[in-house]
C-alpha cells in the first residue's frame, strides 16, 4: 500500500459561453463539481479502491440536476431519457456498462453492477432494467428525471432539427471520474444521457469500452465527453491506452495527440480525464470548455471550466 492516490472529475464538455454564464450559475456548477470531487475522495482518503471512488464521485454527479446524467438527463427525439454508463477496473479489466435505459436512478451503479454480477459486460434497455430489479437497484419515473432547461433544449433542436452536444452554448452534459488509490489501481466511470434530440435507440461513446471509458493499471484511466459517434470511430479512451503501451508516450504526449490532433482531424468535439499509474492527471479538450476538477497526488485541488 502507498500514500499516493489522487482524483479527477468531469461535467461535460462544449462550448461553454462566458455570456450565458452567470455567477450564480458558475458557483452551482462549482459547487457541483467540489461535492461530486469530495464524494469520490473520501473513498480515497481512506483507503478506499478506485472503482468504489470513481462510483460515488458519478453518481453525486448523477444526482445533481445541473449535469447530464441520471437527474437532468437530456431529452432524446421522441421526448424520453435514454441514459449510457460504464465503468472499469484497470486491476483485473473487468468492465461492466449499460445503454438505453431510462428508469434506473443511478446508471453508472446498475454498470458496476453488471460488472461484478451479471457475467457480462454490456447490458442494453429492457434487459438492463430487469437485471436493477433482480439486484434492488432504486428506480425512478419520468418527473425525476425531467428538468426544464433540458426540455426547452429539445425543444429548440426540435425547431432547429438537429442533434446537439449538450454543452453547446449553455449547455452542459456527461459526467465522468478517473481515479488512482492507495493500492496503485486505476479505474475509470462514465454516465450521460446522451446528445439532445439524438435518435431513439442511439448509443454513445460513453458505456463503449474503449471509447469513452477505459482503465488500465499498466496505463492510465481515461473517462471521454462529447460528440459520441467521432469518439467511437478514434476508440479515443483505448488509442490513449495503446499510445502509451505501444510508442510508451506519456499520458500527455497521448492525451496532447488525441484531443488536440486526431480528434480535431475529423471535427470530434469534445475532451476527456486521464490518470496514469504515477498519478499524473490530464485534463484536455479542444472546445471552448470543461467542467473539470481534480485533486492531485500532493492533495492540491482545482476546479475549472473555462480554458484558462
Ligand atoms: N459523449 C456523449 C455522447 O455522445 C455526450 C457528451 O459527452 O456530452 O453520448
Given at each position: 500500500?502507498?500514500?499516493?492516490?489522487?482524483?479527477?472529475?468531469?461535467?461535460?464538455?462544449?462550448?461553454?459561453?462566458?455570456?450565458?454564464?452567470?455567477?450564480?450559475?458558475?458557483?452551482?456548477?462549482?459547487?457541483?463539481?467540489?461535492?461530486?470531487?469530495?464524494?469520490?475522495?473520501?473513498?480515497?482518503?481512506?483507503?478506499?479502491?478506485?472503482?468504489?471512488?470513481?462510483?460515488?464521485?458519478?453518481?453525486?454527479?448523477?444526482?445533481?440536476?445541473?449535469?447530464?446524467?441520471?437527474?437532468?438527463?437530456?431529452?432524446?427525439?421522441?421526448?424520453?431519457?435514454?441514459?449510457?454508463?460504464?465503468?472499469?477496473?484497470?486491476?483485473?479489466?473487468?468492465?461492466?456498462?449499460?445503454?438505453?435505459?431510462?428508469?434506473?436512478?443511478?446508471?453508472?451503479?446498475?454498470?458496476?453492477?453488471?460488472?461484478?454480477?451479471?457475467?457480462?459486460?454490456?447490458?442494453?434497455?429492457?434487459?438492463?432494467?430487469?437485471?436493477?430489479?433482480?439486484?434492488?437497484?432504486?428506480?425512478?419515473?419520468?418527473?425525476?428525471?425531467?428538468?426544464?432547461?433540458?426540455?426547452?433544449?429539445?425543444?429548440?433542436?426540435?425547431?432547429?432539427?438537429?442533434?446537439?452536444?449538450?454543452?453547446?452554448?449553455?449547455?452542459?452534459?456527461?459526467?465522468?471520474?478517473?481515479?488512482?488509490?492507495?493500492?496503485?489501481?486505476?479505474?475509470?466511470?462514465?454516465?450521460?444521457?446522451?446528445?439532445?434530440?439524438?435518435?431513439?435507440?442511439?448509443?454513445?461513446?460513453?458505456?463503449?469500452?474503449?471509447?469513452?471509458?477505459?482503465?488500465?493499471?499498466?496505463?492510465?484511466?481515461?473517462?471521454?465527453?462529447?460528440?459520441?459517434?467521432?469518439?467511437?470511430?478514434?476508440?479515443?479512451?483505448?488509442?490513449?491506452?495503446?499510445?502509451?503501451?505501444?510508442k510508451g508516450l506519456s499520458l500527455k504526449e497521448a492525451?496532447?495527440?488525441?484531443?488536440?490532433?486526431?480528434?480535431?482531424?475529423?471535427?470530434?468535439?469534445?475532451?476527456?480525464?486521464?490518470?496514469?499509474?504515477?498519478?499524473?492527471?490530464?485534463?484536455?479538450?479542444?472546445?471552448?470548455?470543461?467542467?473539470?476538477?481534480?485533486?492531485?497526488?500532493?492533495?492540491?485541488?482545482?476546479?475549472?471550466?473555462?480554458?484558462?
Amino acid at each position: 500500500m502507498t500514500n499516493i492516490f489522487a482524483l479527477a472529475i468531469h461535467g461535460g464538455a462544449g462550448t461553454i459561453l462566458r455570456s450565458t454564464m452567470t455567477k450564480e450559475l458558475q458557483t452551482q456548477y462549482e459547487q457541483g463539481l467540489k461535492d461530486a470531487l469530495s464524494a469520490g475522495y473520501t473513498i480515497l482518503e481512506k483507503k478506499g479502491n478506485s472503482v468504489d471512488a470513481v462510483a460515488a464521485a458519478v453518481m453525486c454527479l448523477e444526482d445533481n440536476p445541473l449535469f447530464n446524467a441520471g437527474k437532468g438527463a437530456v431529452f432524446n427525439n421522441i421526448g424520453k431519457h435514454e441514459m449510457d454508463a460504464a465503468i472499469m477496473n484497470g486491476k483485473t479489466l473487468e468492465a461492466g456498462a449499460v445503454c438505453g435505459i431510462s428508469t434506473v436512478k443511478n446508471p453508472v451503479l446498475l454498470a458496476k453492477t453488471t460488472m461484478l454480477y451479471s457475467g457480462h459486460v454490456m447490458l442494453a434497455g429492457s434487459g438492463a432494467e430487469e437485471f436493477a430489479l433482480s439486484q434492488n437497484l432504486q428506480f425512478e419515473n419520468d418527473a425525476y428525471f425531467y428538468t426544464q432547461q433540458r426540455y426547452d433544449q429539445w425543444q429548440e433542436a426540435l425547431v432547429e432539427n438537429k442533434v446537439q452536444l449538450d454543452h453547446t452554448e449553455k449547455k452542459m452534459g456527461t459526467v465522468g471520474a478517473v481515479a488512482l488509490d492507495c493500492f496503485g489501481n486505476l479505474a475509470a466511470a462514465t454516465s450521460t444521457g446522451g446528445m439532445t434530440n439524438k435518435k431513439f435507440g442511439r448509443i454513445g461513446d460513453s458505456p463503449v469500452i474503449g471509447a469513452g471509458t477505459y482503465a488500465n493499471n499498466a496505463t492510465c484511466a481515461v473517462s471521454c465527453t462529447g460528440h459520441g459517434e467521432l469518439f467511437i470511430r478514434l476508440v479515443v479512451a483505448y488509442d490513449i491506452s495503446c499510445l502509451m503501451e505501444y510508442k510508451g508516450l506519456s499520458l500527455k504526449e497521448a492525451c496532447d495527440l488525441v484531443v488536440y490532433n486526431k480528434l480535431v482531424a475529423i471535427n470530434g468535439e469534445g475532451g476527456l480525464i486521464a490518470i496514469d499509474k504515477a498519478g499524473n492527471i490530464e485534463l484536455s479538450f479542444n472546445s471552448e470548455g470543461m467542467y473539470r476538477a481534480s485533486i492531485d497526488i500532493n492533495g492540491n485541488s482545482i476546479i475549472k471550466i473555462y480554458k484558462d
